[in-house]
């Protein structure tokens, strides 16, 4: 849009027009002239716009001119018949189209409902709610990605932190228990009831008071949405992606972790990989399951590729990044099931 404002009159002329272009009163003059172009710009009253102009430089100080000067001034143009015509450019611009409000996203109502319970700290029904996202195998990435860390930070508080919720239960100690047998009596682990109660190393003491969540272990495999669901009892703890084996390899049934082993080696041809070596695909941890007649060798574990994550690029095993593989093996105690499902 291109505005330009002309003001026609011979009250702009000579004596006013010389001290404006001394170039010592440009700068000091310029900022009066921009207030002054926008009042004229918005005035109908064009044929005064110059007197205007005048006067304010004038009495702005932009201007070496007495008012007595000014008075003889005008006196002598108005006696001149030819008016001078003084353009001034303002703006010359494309006016900017309006602002789009960005689109809202489109959430499913477990979503939605989810999100609104949890910021009304109803967190047991919002973990349900985020449970039930994550559980649809249909929900689109952006929601699965929201009910993960909604899901985590309900459990923070839920689970892993000394509050009594749904699902759990405080365990007072008895004389010449520990935290290992406590476990096995929860079918859980004793990595699991230190993060939860705040306990280093395996020393606790008779009457203590320790909170467990109960219920059974069990971990699920969907193969084709490459995730992994993470239950103890009714309560689903996390969902991870997964990497599952080239050409349909990953088998599927149930089976069961017999093995439990960090930093693993990998045996490979007959050959001992140890870990930390590049040919070693194990990563961080390694959770094998009990051999069967059809099933050989098949177990979690990590990786040393993280971008095969969502992939089907394994041996035949599931592979997990490995930051999700030590939280997996912190919480799956040895005998619980998995069950793998295309």
Request: with cysteine; hydrophobic share 35%; proline share 6%.
């Amino acid at each position: 849009m291109k505005t330009t404002v002309r003001i026609e009159s011979s009250r702009f002329n000579h004596p006013v027009k010389r001290y404006f272009e001394k170039p010592d009163l440009v700068d000091r003059a310029k900022s009066v002239i921009d207030t002054l172009v926008l009042i004229i710009r918005n005035t109908a009253f064009r044929p005064t716009a110059a007197a205007i102009m005048a006067f304010a430089l004038v009495n702005s100080g932009c201007l070496n001119v007495t008012p007595s000067e000014f008075d003889r001034a005008n006196h002598q143009l108005e006696a001149e018949s030819t008016p001078v015509v003084y353009s001034e450019t303002v703006v010359e611009t494309e006016a900017p189209a309006p602002a789009e409000e960005p689109a809202q996203p489109e959430y499913s109502d477990a979503l939605l409902s989810a999100k609104s319970a949890h910021q009304q700290g109803n967190l047991e029904l919002a973990r349900s709610h985020y449970a039930a996202v994550l559980t649809n195998l249909e929900s689109p990435r952006e929601e699965v990605e929201l009910a993960r860390l909604g899901l985590r930070a309900c459990n923070k508080e839920l689970v892993f932190s000394r509050a009594a919720s749904t699902g759990t239960t405080l365990h007072s100690v008895e004389w010449g228990q520990t935290l290992g047998g406590i476990a096995n009596s929860y079918g859980t682990t004793s990595e699991f009831i230190r993060k939860i109660n705040g306990v280093t190393g395996d020393n606790i003491r008779a009457g203590q008071k320790l909170k467990v969540v109960e219920g059974v272990t069990r971990v699920e495999v969907f193969k084709a949405a490459h995730v992994l669901n993470l239950w103890k009892g009714e309560t689903l703890l996390d969902q991870f992606d997964v990497g599952c084996g080239r050409s349909n390899s990953t088998p599927v049934g149930t089976f069961v972790i017999e093995t439990k082993r960090p930093q693993p080696a990998w045996w490979h041809d007959g050959r001992n990989i140890p870990y930390g070596d590049p040919r070693n695909p194990l990563g961080e941890r390694w959770l094998g399951f009990v051999d069967t007649p059809e099933h050989q060798g098949y177990g979690i574990h990590g990786t040393s590729d993280p971008a095969s994550i969502g992939k089907d690029e394994s041996n035949g095993c599931v592979r997990l990044k490995n930051e999700d593989v030590i939280a997996l093996y912190d919480l799956v105690p040895h005998r619980c099931q998995v069950t793998i499902s295309e």
